[in-house]
């Protein structure tokens, strides 16, 4: 199983940036797909997970309103789109695959991890 996370960089602060993450190995409607992020000397943080169906999404106190996750099951990927970002925003954004198709927002849950993607918010 592989999980290819992108779309990261530098933004200022109020822009948008829309990640993305392509799954492979695996049966990507079977499972939710989680957002998580990692600030330097913070634990992780969830920001967003979608069941297969799209029918239940649950988003992170922090990014309510400004993030939205969404994901094409006939591409094997999860996108999350950001908007209004923050300096705060600023972390390791990471994909994850949770196999009972549960929309979790521990990270113990899941099962897949990507290697991660950088976003950087300036002030």
């Known amino acids: 199983v592989q999980l290819q996370a992108s779309g990261g960089g530098l933004v200022q602060t109020g822009g948008s940036l829309r990640l993305s993450c392509t799954a492979s190995g695996l049966t990507f409607s079977s499972y939710s797909m989680g957002w998580f992020r990692q600030a330097p000397g913070k634990e992780r943080e969830f920001v967003a997970a979608?069941?297969?169906?799209?029918?239940?999404?649950r988003y992170g106190d922090s990014v309510r309103g400004r993030f939205t996750i969404s994901r094409n099951n006939g591409e094997y990927t999860v996108y999350l789109q950001m908007n209004s970002l923050k300096p705060e925003d600023t972390a390791v954004y990471y994909c994850?695959?949770?196999?009972?198709?549960?929309?979790?927002?521990?990270?113990?849950?899941?099962?897949?991890w990507g290697q991660g993607t950088l976003v950087t918010v300036s002030s």
């Open positions: 994850a695959a949770e196999r009972s198709g549960v929309v979790q927002n521990q990270a113990s849950y899941y099962d897949y």
């Open positions: 979608r069941n297969w169906r799209g029918t239940i999404t």
